[in-house]
């Protein structure tokens, strides 16, 4: 069911756990499965310098939670802000079908710690949008 990918972050997530003196936090979730994505973000002159992530939920999101992070660390925030949830997938080498809400949680919980930092500093980035609240895909309602 999943890659060894997968597998791999799941039984050895990267940069888990809280960044004691974020600069930035952001936390999504999804109201169904009922699992919470909530990453932190060091950010110095616009690079991420250190990002760390604290995951309540599925195995699929503790993986995609543990990617999305090594793929936007050391990375601008701009950069990361590029991230689809199907690169974090793509890096992963796939995930089952009714796990891909789980990869939105890891792109749109990048977007949200984003965001947070930005309105502290006042700044605006390229697609960066508001967090959304419940993280689902499109047709989740209809399954
Ligand atoms: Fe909901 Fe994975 S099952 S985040």
């Not at 939920?57 to 991230?83: D, N, P, R």
């Not at 793509?90 to 792109?107: F, I, M």
């Not at 419940?134 to 209809?142: F, K, P, Q």
Request: with cysteine; proline share 3%; charged share 30%.
């Amino acid at each position: 069911m999943y890659s060894d990918k997968v597998m791999d972050h799941f039984d050895h997530p990267r940069n888990a756990g809280i960044l004691e003196d974020a600069d930035a936090v952001g936390t999504v979730g999804n109201a169904k499965c009922g699992d919470i994505m909530r990453i932190y973000l060091n950010i110095e002159d616009d690079i991420i310098e250190d990002v760390s992530f604290k995951t309540f939920g599925c195995g699929a999101a503790v993986a995609t939670s543990s990617m999305a992070t090594e793929l936007i660390k050391g990375k601008s925030v701009e950069e990361a802000l590029t991230i689809t949830n199907s690169a974090v997938m793509e890096a992963l080498d796939g995930l089952p079908p009714n796990k891909v809400h789980c990869s939105l949680l890891a792109e749109e919980a990048i977007n949200a710690a984003i965001y947070d930092y930005a309105e502290k500093h006042d700044k605006t980035y390229p697609g960066l949008h508001e967090p959304v609240e419940d993280i689902h895909e499109e047709d989740d309602d209809d399954e």
